[in-house]
């Protein structure tokens, strides 16, 4: 439930949270958003999760879904070539 929440929430704030450094992104403006999802994450009561935990936690799930996604090409590809 907790992570189903960091995604969702991250995904709400993609453009502030990966968007290049300007005038509205700034760090403490990631910073600030990154705590209020916390915040968010804590009010479930369930376990108590740091700023760090949250960033480390969707910088994996990014991470994870990265590596499937060439993972699924991969097998794809190879798939075509042996019908070929």
Do not use: P
């Not at 995904?11 to 209020?36: I, S």
């Not at 090409?73 to 042996?82: L, Q, Y």
């Amino acid at each position: 439930m907790e992570v189903n929440l960091i995604s969702r929430r991250v995904v709400e704030e993609l453009a502030l949270l990966r968007g290049k450094f300007g005038k509205d992104e700034t760090a403490d403006a990631k910073n600030k958003m990154l705590e209020q999802i916390t915040a968010e994450v804590n009010a479930l009561g369930m376990s108590y999760w740091q700023v760090l935990t949250v960033r480390t936690k969707f910088r994996n799930l990014t991470r994870d879904g990265r590596v499937k996604i060439v993972y699924d090409k991969r097998e794809r590809n190879r798939t075509a070539m042996c019908y070929s």
